[in-house]
């Protein structure tokens, strides 16, 4: 049986509510949203129409037009009560969002139940099209990076090759063949995510300084490292503005982040010294030549891939529970991660591989009083059974 992930039941549950919003099905590259929208639409009885913007040369405002059109007739012919469009890859036509409002809106003037679902790869080019145009005519339906109990269910993955090869599910078949395992994640998932989803999306005056960021960041996964010292490294540095920058596309890709000192005067998070975080395990982990059985037998390497993993699922899943992840550090004392959710925080250390604990656990809890704190890994939690927690039960 095809693995469905939990988003299939939402999506489920608000196409059977009546029409009131546009459902909007954003995520990175490789996570499952045609798949997901291809199980739900043979799950429901309502009637649909399906398109893939991908599919059709040039497609234009012209198309998206037509394609709603064709839709409401085949309403009126077939006396239906509602129906279903779905557009995937919208962010390919070029100003979507103005049509999407016009047509959206004619079919609300006229009471018209033809309910929506638009997907897409470009999460910038979609947020930029919603904000512009679309506010308060959607909803938005997250799909993050698969954690471990998924591939857990879906694959018979143990808690080492999750930590190592990451969660996407299109990889998993070749995770026994090293090098092409290393090709496909190159080829088929970086390269896309890079040149459409970054580059494509938005004017980068030098994408050969973003890709040289993109590759030193996921090898720091998990470390700090200040944007000057990158620059030093890289050919063609330009200025640290442009290095923030890029950064932020990376992140808003679903791809990598730059972590920030949590601290509670917002102008010292801000000003802080970067620790970089990959999205998915699998974006550090190209990069290095060790392979999974090599990794392992090194106790400083292993738990510094734990840590990173570990980074990853926290990162990857905040949108969806809407927390932000911090760092924090006072001299030689840090905490990994701090989570913050309204009002409260949450802190996790990771004690992994020969790394002991320092005092920055219980200096943060005197100085900052959270919520939870908790620690991976020694007489904590197994990195195993922390991967396993649904972090909504964090905030709890």
């Not at 405002?61 to 012919?77: H, I």
């Not at 090293?178 to 090709?183: D, G, L, S």
């Amino acid at each position: 049986m095809e693995y469905k992930r939990i988003q299939y039941q939402q999506v489920i549950d608000r196409l059977n509510e009546p029409r009131l919003r546009l459902q909007v099905i954003i995520g990175p590259r490789q996570v499952g949203k045609s798949t997901l929208m291809r199980q739900v639409l043979e799950a429901i009885s309502i009637p649909f129409d399906a398109y893939n913007a991908d599919d059709v040369v040039n497609p234009g405002q012209m198309w998206l037009s037509m394609v709603w059109e064709k839709a409401r007739l085949k309403m009126k012919q077939g006396n239906e009560k509602e129906r279903l469009l779905v557009i995937d890859e919208i962010h390919k036509i070029p100003n979507w969002s103005e049509t999407v409002k016009a047509e959206w809106d004619k079919d609300t003037f006229t009471q018209t139940q033809l309910k929506v679902v638009l997907l897409g790869s470009s999460r910038m080019l979609l947020m930029q099209g919603l904000s512009e145009s679309l506010m308060g005519r959607f909803e938005l339906i997250r799909l993050p990076h698969w954690s471990f109990t998924e591939m857990r269910e879906a694959f018979g993955w143990t808690i080492e090759q999750y930590i190592y090869y990451g969660g996407y599910p299109g990889a998993a078949p070749y995770i026994n063949d090293f090098v092409r395992w290393k090709q496909y994640v190159l080829d088929s998932l970086i390269e896309p995510s890079i040149a459409k989803d970054v580059i494509y999306s938005t004017r980068i005056l030098k994408p050969q300084l973003l890709r040289q960021l993109f590759e030193i960041g996921c090898s720091y996964s998990g470390k700090l490292l200040a944007l000057k010292k990158i620059a030093a490294q890289l050919q063609d540095a330009g200025n640290l503005t442009t290095l923030a920058g890029y950064l932020g596309l990376l992140d808003q890709a679903g791809l990598l982040c730059g972590l920030q000192k949590y601290a509670q005067d917002t102008a010292r998070k801000y000003n802080s010294v970067p620790k970089f975080q990959v999205y998915n395990s699998a974006l550090h982990n190209v990069y290095d030549d060790l392979t999974l059985a090599q990794a392992e037998s090194n106790p400083d390497v292993w738990g510094h891939l734990v840590e990173s993993a570990i980074g990853a699922y926290l990162v990857s899943q905040a949108s969806v529970y809407g927390y932000q992840v911090y760092y924090w550090r006072d001299n030689i004392n840090e905490v990994d991660f701090v989570l913050k959710r309204n009002a409260k925080v949450v802190a996790i250390e990771v004690k992994s591989g020969r790394r002991q604990l320092n005092q920055g656990l219980v200096l943060f809890n005197e100085q900052f009083k959270p919520w939870r704190s908790l620690v991976v890994g020694g007489d904590g939690f197994s990195a195993e059974d922390f991967l396993s927690i649904p972090l909504e039960e964090l905030f709890k």
